[in-house]
């Protein structure tokens, strides 16, 4: 027999792995995102509301979930193994809305608290109005899990309706595969006309290849066909490898249909004896407990590492993703580096300015047109470097990703955001040029503005400009020429470099803040190292 082993370093251990699950982030739309998400979502929802609860209290009663689709007649079957009306079952589909939890009174307080679901509401004893039909409680019943108790159930056992896994809501089917997640055995309900159906076969095959405890009833089975349909089904489930599955076959009555009432005790009598020898026996209790959990701890190492793959290849897309911004703008910036050099900033209506200073253009009017050219020349490199960007992702499938998607340059943004820096230059420029006036021992010192305008076009102006650089050396002297057009041009590099790298963590900003980096691979890696060690 199979004894279940729980140990408080187990416990640590799967409590640190379910962190690094819990961190782990798929946020780039890749082919594998959705699955990486929803393995993720279920392995959570498997230790949260299964494997570490049943692990620190094994004693607790067992979960037995009754899933499947819509229309099986699951409410119908649970009511009947309780012997009473606990779960709304009706024509109306999808019926089961709010899943409902039936165990015996003794056992109430194993479900009262948040042991398991922590996050579904508890709600007790629900009113019912003078038709004996349940009335709801003013809950979300996406979020309530309602407490029956029963002294028909046996004790040490507890039966779970969930809602149809097949609902036409999805908020239904995601429920319903979260409860299946809290389940020490899976009870699949089917039906003779839909025991083909993909959904049902999905489920048995997660059952199967986690090894959990499983049962399957073939419900609504006409008489007249029963053998031939149960032989059917079991063909089918041999050849899915679950031939040794138990099943149980519920026969076609008038109360069956619709979940008009409860079926004859004789309909589930198999069945109900089969759980209360499950629940009595301490061997049959404790194989059916190590199973599902040994089932899901040897299913981790598959499914860790699918995540850690799935981790992985986000952060190469996201790698993928800078590496074109970065291309992009290394380009363009040392582009700037080199038209600044050959003076392309002296042309157009700041070239004709220089022409006409001083006779027919003042300091001023000169240094606004610079600034203006700078500022121009800035803007083409940013709008250049975006298009290189959006040419580049959108070759990349990650690109998509919301936030990212549209994130190209705003043309007037940009053009406020760099007419900002390149009129804060100016100002730090002519901060400069009073300083070197200052310095001068003259009894009658030179505009400020004239030298800022003469030591702008120096530095902008390339070999056009040298004219620039014989008059400031007039009016400053050599040194002081050469001292002011140092200081100068380090602080064109600087906002030139502010402008590039604001412009480029701008364009990385909605992906730097999807934070997808490479420690939850190694993260989820070594936490199953651990476990696989502790084990």
Known sequence: MVTLDVRPQLLDTLSALRDRVAAARFP???????????NRDELLAQLDDYLVPRLREPEAP????????????KSTLVNSLVGRRVSEAGVLRPTTRTPVLVCHPEDHHWFSGMRVLPHLTRVWAPRRDASDNFLTSGEDPRHVLRIETADTLQRGLALLDA???????????????????????????????????????????????????????LDRVPHQVVSEVSRQYGALLT????????????????????????????????????????????????????????????????????LAGAAAAQYAAALRLTSAVDSAYDNEHARVRGRLKSGAVLAGDALKRWRAFPLDCTAGELLDALVESLAALLLCAVTAADERVDDAWRREPAAGAPGLAGRGLSVESAEHRIGLVVRRWRRELEEYAEDEVRELERTVAPDSEVVAALVATALLGGRRARTAGEGLAERLGAHGALRLRDRAGRLLAEHVDRVMHAERERRLAPLDALNVQPEPQAALIAALSVLQKER
């Open 62 to 73: 067992l979960l037995a979930v009754v899933g499947g689709s819509t229309g099986a007649g």
């Open 28 to 38: 780039l739309p890749l082919a594998g995102a959705p699955r990486a998400r929803a």
């Open 163 to 217: 809602p149809d896994v097949d609902s036409l809501l999805a908020d239904n089917r995601f429920l319903a595969a979260e409860l299946i997640c809290a389940a020490d055995i899976w009870i699949m309900v089917t039906t003779a006309a839909r025991y083909a159906d993909a959904v049902p076969w999905h489920l048995l095959r997660t059952a199967k290849e986690y090894n959990a405890a499983l049962v399957t009833v």
């Open 239 to 306: 050849k899915a490898g679950l031939g040794d599955v138990p099943r149980f076959t519920v026969p076609e009555l008038p109360e069956s249909a619709w979940g008009g009432g409860l079926l004859p005790a004789t309909a589930v009598a198999s069945l109900r004896s089969w759980l209360a020898h499950i629940a009595q026996d301490p061997g049959a209790r404790q194989q059916v407990m190590a199973r599902t959990v040994y089932g899901l701890l040897d299913s981790l190492k598959s499914r860790m590492s699918e």
